[in-house]
């Protein structure tokens, strides 16, 4: 039952900004920490953010910080990403996952995926 759904991404141009969301059922989100994670074509995946049970901790791949700010709502049961400033080098499948702690490098239960291409 436990599920994560990620939506949010599309086409945008250099520049540009995006809400990726990650809306959680079948679990109490204030039990898992949640991470996003990116692969880009030809690229292994690379933690992008990571955030703790109650938003109290988070976490950033030097490659985002500063554009991104992750965020969560445990009431609505979702977990944001704020991308900014988009770049090209952004463009990926980004995935939303839990953690028993934050965490750049590992997840439990996976989302589907969101696709984001910063393009001209």
């Known amino acids: 039952q436990l599920q994560l759904v990620e939506s949010g991404g599309g086409l945008v141009q250099p520049g540009g900004s995006l809400r990726l969301s990650c809306a959680t059922s079948g679990f109490s989100l204030d039990s898992y920490a949640i991470g996003w994670f990116r692969q880009a074509p030809g690229k292994e995946r690379e933690g992008v953010s990571c955030i703790s049970r109650r938003g109290g901790t988070t976490n950033y791949a030097d490659s985002v910080k500063g554009r991104f700010t992750i965020s969560r709502d445990n009431a609505k049961n979702t977990v944001y990403l704020q991308m900014n400033s988009l770049k090209p080098e952004d463009t990926a499948v980004y995935y939303c996952?839990?953690?028993?702690?934050?965490?750049?490098?590992?997840?439990?239960?996976w989302g589907q995926g969101t696709q984001v291409t910063v393009s001209s």
């Open positions: 996952a839990t953690q028993s702690m934050c965490s750049m490098t590992r997840g439990d239960y």
